[in-house]
């Protein structure tokens, strides 16, 4: 069955680095845009960060571009976004998602927490 598993969540303080991972399987991950979402306590879900299928293209929310990088592995059917500076807004529920047409796919999310 489908399946994505985030992991790399945490307690992080202002200004440190976090790298979530979301391993994927049970559907063609090569052919799947891929992206990363957030949800903080009373806010909806935002977008944050998308990968095309094959990695060549990426674009990010402006709260954090220059601070955040998606990339992917289509080896070993992973998605990273790399969090550096991270500030206490960044606080959230982190999600990832696999598009492919009208399909998406959702993982369980990663509680990420920026606080002193």
């Known amino acids: 069955q489908v399946q994505l598993v985030e992991s790399g969540g945490g307690l992080v303080q202002p200004g440190g680095s976090l790298r979530l991972s979301c391993a994927a399987s049970?559907?063609?991950?090569?052919?799947?845009?891929m992206s990363w979402y957030r949800q903080a306590p009373g806010k909806e879900r935002e977008s944050v960060a998308n990968i095309s299928s094959a990695g060549g293209s990426t674009s990010y929310a402006d709260s954090v571009k220059g601070r955040f990088t998606i990339s992917r592995d289509n080896v070993k059917n992973t998605v990273y976004l790399q969090m550096n500076s991270l500030k206490p807004e960044d606080t959230a529920v982190y999600y990832c998602?696999?598009?492919?047409?009208?399909?998406?796919?959702w993982g369980q999310g990663t509680q990420v927490t920026v606080s002193s």
């Open positions: 049970g559907f063609t991950f090569s052919s799947y845009r």
């Open positions: 998602k696999g598009s492919y047409r009208s399909t998406n796919y």
